[in-house]
């Protein structure tokens, strides 16, 4: 989660990214200006603990002004200090190429939202206990017409729902660090696929109805999915979906929707040549109600 003081440093500035490795073709002359620093004599990661993230800042001109390693060399001070670190870093930037002083406001959290059109706000989790961040949920919206709702309406009986017919909000439930299996080629991180002749979200669900009170009726959909990614070895990893579908009483269509899934992901661990075991957790919210 990006701490309040980091997002006040970063609003006069552009941001962008670029994810690559030093043996690149294209690397950008500002990431060669970064690295050449860096890994000069008396720099480089055997001087003392160094990740391999670094910001950059750049002028108008596309020069660079400023550069740190994201991860502050010195890392015996408390974990929230990385924070502060990165703000002072930014403001250190941001008095070099003149930028005006701004006073401090308080960050206010706004969810992303559906301001058009009726679907589903997930939260994607993984619970990493090496990389702290990843704990912070990434937040997606998904929506969604009226044939994707169809395979939950309200069921008079007990059926089974094939769980590739969820795949619009259920492909939103991986990893969200950029650190994940990543595509060589094109150094974007794997999704799930959406080929939809392709099977990438598996499993058989039970949709149960689950009583009902004054104003809705209930069902429960439940079971086991997996889920595979883009990449060519046909890595999939899978977890129990629980959902609470509500109905008015005499209405089939889906009225609300509220679940979880609770998965494991494996992590292949290059230091210690071995498969880490993590728990990958999402949850869900039909928007807007």
């Known amino acids: 989660m990006i701490n309040a003081a980091v997002i006040d440093q970063l609003r006069p500035f552009i941001v962008t990214s670029w994810h690559g490795h030093r043996n690149d073709a294209d690397i950008p002359a500002a990431v060669k200006d970064v690295w050449r620093e860096k890994f000069e004599r008396g720099r480089g990661p055997q001087q003392g603990r160094q990740s391999n993230v670094d910001l950059a800042v750049l002028d108008a001109r596309g020069r660079l002004v400023h550069w740190f390693d994201v991860m502050p060399r010195d890392s015996r001070g408390p974990r929230s200090s990385l924070a502060h670190y990165t703000a002072r870093e930014l403001k250190r930037a941001a008095a070099w190429i003149r930028l005006d002083e701004r006073p401090a406001t308080r960050t206010e959290l706004n969810l992303p939202e559906l301001d058009q059109s009726r679907g589903i706000r997930v939260f994607v989790s993984l619970k990493d206990d090496r990389m702290t961040a990843y704990r912070a949920p990434v937040v997606e919206v998904v929506p969604l017409d009226q044939h994707d709702w169809k395979p939950l309406a309200y069921p008079d009986e007990r059926r089974t729902v094939d769980a590739a017919s969820l795949k619009p909000w259920l492909r939103e439930v991986y990893p969200p660090g950029m650190m ?77 929707l509220r679940g979880v899934f609770d998965g494991i992901y494996p992590r292949f661990d290059r230091m210690h040549n071995r498969t880490r075991y993590l728990p990958l957790q999402a949850a869900f919210e039909s928007r807007p109600e």
Request: avoid cysteine; charge should be positive.
């Open 180 to 256: 994940e299996r990543t595509n060589p080629r094109t150094k974007l991180v794997y999704k799930i696929k959406t080929v939809e002749k392709i099977k990438t979200v598996e499993g058989k669900l039970s949709l149960a109805s689950a009583g009902s009170d004054d104003k809705h009726r209930y069902a429960l959909l439940s079971g086991t999915i997996r889920l595979t990614d883009e990449g060519a070895d046909a890595f999939s990893y899978e977890g129990q979906l629980e959902v609470v579908l509500s109905y008015k009483p005499n209405d089939s269509n889906v009225k609300s």
